[in-house]
Every structure is written in structure tokens, then in C-alpha cells.
């Protein structure tokens, strides 16, 4: 309710923070991950008292919510100071983090300063996927481990999983694993072709097809379902019941739904504000704006963006995770309806109904 009332209010409740772009892994679908000689070519990092001075900004124009995120936001080398300075302002802070460099020492940091969540990525179920998916050698062991001491402390601690080539015939042992260490976990089967900070061609093998990524997506939405309230033949029919077709709009004018622009936003390692991490524009500076300039003329950017009108009176468009990043990511506009994302959810749909059937006794009618 609070995060709805600051949409309609236009105020930044919520921003994201990417700390650096630099990470010990190497993930083959990351779109922001810079070597140490890339960076040096397009920047340099901003220091503790910099983020902190944006973080000042941020409380007056009423943030509360903060992610912190990267590349890899523990490798910052004043992480630390930029966490705790967050927490002193009475910020709600969370962490995205690929797990690996959590120890005994940084475990009991949380636990002493306590997060409002660690969000922790598994990239696969065992050391070979890591090495080939990751590039990083050793590391499967070291996040389950990083998982527990955080687990043990009273952190709070969430998994995320992204489905791609490499992994995706471990989605069910993901899932067990999750289970395993009880802890919530949400696995996405959808990646944004994007490649933001490298610029290079994106390498489609990168991904899964979209009915690979449907199927995938449908698998987890069963495991999902199990243990549900009236079981799961009744929350795939209330997915079916979202299915309908939308009115167009009179001004012909069909605007992001999402928060990004309206109550969240995120800024670069390099100080510029956009609306979320995933969408390069518009894009504000930061440094030279302040935080409350910025976000003015942000807001304003974002209002104008149309998305594509076949999205905005599409039958399945509560249930599929079109966006305007993934239009541009797809498309290269935001205005365009993602191909990919057509056959995704139509794959996915498919699947739904056809259980559905299965599970009721029914037959279609003619």
C-alpha cells in the first residue's frame, strides 16, 4: 500500500543502487560485468563519501527502500561504509549478491547489521556447471556454505536462479536444494538480451528458446502450486481466469506499468539515475543534477515512453512479463511487442490449459 501510494504520488520510495560492475565471476548472460581494464576505460568507481552523499539526497526525497547491487557489490571497497551509512539513515536495505565471498567474517557483519535480505543467486546445482556457466572455479560450495552461516545468524536470505542452456536440466534439483536449506526461492526462465555496459552482440546460445523457457517456467510453477490452498488444479484455473481481452485506450497513449520512473529507480556505478536497471533510458546525472533534480526530470522521461499498443490490449497481458526493457532489449523500442515474449507466454499458456484439462476430466468444447 505505502509502495502504491508513493506511484501515485510520483516519489522514490525505493532505488537501486549498482555499486560497481566488477565481479569475481564471469557469467556468460550478465549484462553489466566489466573487467578491471574495461572499467578503467569507461570510469572509475565512486567512493564511499560519493554514495553516501547521494544516499543523503535520497532520504530527503523520501527513499526507503534500497537494493544494493552490481556486478558484485561486496567487492566494493567501501561496501562496508556505504551499508552502514545506509542503515544509519534509517533506510531498508538489501543485498544482491552472487554468495561466494561469504564467510565466517562477512556473515557475522550482517548479523550485526542486519539486512532486510540477502538475495543470493545459485547458477547451478554442482562445482561443473559453475565453471562452465560462471567461469569460476570452486564456487558452487562456497554460496551453499555462504547460505548457512548467513541462515545461522538469523539473516534473512532469499535464492534466485537463471535458467539458461547450461542449467536448466537442474531447475528440479534448484528447487530441492531450496527446499533443502529452506529458504525462498524464485527462478527466473526468461533472460533480457541485453548486453548494457559491453556493447557486444548478443550471443543467442546464451538463452533458451522460448518454449524451452516456457516449459521451464511451467515446471516451477507446479512445484509452486503443491501445498496450496485448494491444491493445484485451482490456481492454474485462476491464472486462466486472468486471461481477457483489454479495452484499447482512448488516447492511444499505453504507459509502463511497472514502478520504474513512478516510485523506484536505480542508479549506475557511474552516478546515472535511470528507471530501472534494465532500461539504458532516460538517464539523468546524478553528480552534477543532485538526486531531486534528477528525479524530476526522470519521472517526466519515463511518463512519455509508450509501449506497444498489441501488449496494452493483449489477452495475457497480467500474465506475461513484457516490459518496456524488454521491448527494447528485443525490438529496440519500447514501443514494439517482444516476439520472443509473444511465444513465451503463448507457449506457457498452452501448457497451463492443456493441464488444466488433463487435471479436470474435460474435454474442449467445439
Given at each position: 500500500?505505502?509502495?502504491?501510494r508513493a506511484a501515485g ?13 566488477l565481479c ?10 566489466l573487467?578491471?581494464e574495461?572499467?578503467r576505460g569507461?570510469?572509475r ?11 543523503e539526497q ?9 537494493l544494493?547491487?552490481g556486478g558484485?557489490?561486496?567487492?566494493h571497497p ?5 551499508y552502514?551509512?545506509?542503515?544509519s539513515?534509517?533506510m531498508i ?6 554468495g561466494s ?7 557475522d557483519?550482517?548479523g550485526?547489521n ?9 547458477y547451478?546445482?554442482?562445482e ?5 556457466l ?5 564456487q558452487?560450495d562456497?554460496?551453499?556454505r555462504?547460505?548457512?552461516?548467513l541462515?545461522?545468524r538469523g539473516?534473512?536470505?532469499?535464492m534466485s536462479?537463471s535458467?539458461v542452456p ?15 536449506l529452506?529458504?525462498?526461492?524464485n ?7 541485453v ?16 518454449e524451452a523457457a516456457?516449459d521451464?517456467r ?5 512445484r509452486?502450486?503443491?501445498g ?6 485451482l490456481?492454474l484455473?485462476r491464472?486462466l481466469?486472468?486471461?481477457r481481452?483489454?479495452?484499447?485506450a ?5 504507459p509502463m506499468r511497472?514502478r520504474?520512473?513512478r516510485s ?6 557511474q552516478?546515472?539515475?535511470?528507471p530501472?536497471?534494465m532500461l539504458?533510458?532516460?538517464e ?12 524530476r ?6 511518463a512519455?515512453?509508450?509501449t506497444a499498443s498489441?501488449?496494452?490490449?493483449c489477452?495475457?497481458r497480467e500474465?506475461c512479463?513484457?516490459?518496456a526493457?524488454?521491448?527494447l ?6 514501443d514494439k ?8 507466454t503463448r ?9 488444466v484439462?488433463?487435471m479436470?476430466?474435460h474435454?474442449?468444447?467445439?
Open positions: 500500500m505505502l509502495v502504491d504520488m510520483h516519489l522514490p520510495i525505493a532505488c537501486t543502487l549498482e555499486l560497481t560492475p569475481n565471476f564471469n557469467c556468460r548472460m550478465c549484462y553489466v560485468r573487467s578491471g574495461e572499467l569507461r570510469g568507481l565512486l567512493s564511499g563519501s560519493e554514495w553516501l552523499r547521494i544516499a535520497m532520504k530527503t526525497a523520501g527513499v526507503l527502500f534500497v544494493l547491487t558484485e557489490p561486496l567487492t567501501d561496501f562496508r561504509e556505504i552502514r551509512g545506509l542503515i539513515m534509517g536495505v538489501s543485498v544482491n549478491t552472487n565471498l561469504i564467510d565466517e567474517e562477512w556473515a557483519f550482517f550485526e542486519r539486512p532486510r535480505r540477502v538475495n543470493i543467486t545459485l547451478g546445482a554442482n561443473e556447471t559453475y565453471e562452465k560462471c567461469r569460476a572455479k570452486g558452487f562456497k554460496v551453499l555462504g547460505i548457512k552461516l541462515k545461522e539473516v534473512a536470505v532469499k536462479g535458467l547450461e542449467n536448466e536440466a537442474q531447475t528440479g534439483v534448484l528447487l530441492d536444494i531450496s527446499e533443502r529452506d529458504v525462498p526461492v527462478i527466473t526462465a526468461y533472460m533480457y538480451p548486453t548494457r555496459e559491453r556493447g557486444r552482440a548478443y550471443d543467442e546460445a546464451a538463452r533458451l528458446s522460448p516456457a521451464r511451467f515446471e516451477i510453477l507446479l509452486e502450486c503443491k496450496a490452498p485448494g491444491g493445484t488444479l490456481q484455473e491464472m481466469a486472468l486471461v481481452p483489454h479495452e484499447p482512448a488516447d492511444g497513449h499505453y511497472c520504474a520512473g523506484a529507480a536505480a542508479v549506475s556505478w552516478g546515472k539515475m535511470r530501472c536497471v539504458p533510458y532516460p539523468e546525472d546524478v553528480l552534477s543534477d543532485g538526486f531531486g533534480n534528477a528525479w526530470k526522470l519521472t517526466e522521461a519515463a512519455a515512453i509508450n498489441k501488449c496494452g490490449t489477452e495475457y500474465l512479463p513484457v516490459c526493457a524488454a521491448a532489449a528485443e525490438e529496440g523500442a519500447c511487442a517482444p516476439g520472443y515474449l509473444c511465444r513465451y507457449h506457457y499458456m498452452d501448457r497451463i490449459r492443456k493441464n484439462k488433463e479436470s476430466g474435454e474442449d468444447k467445439p
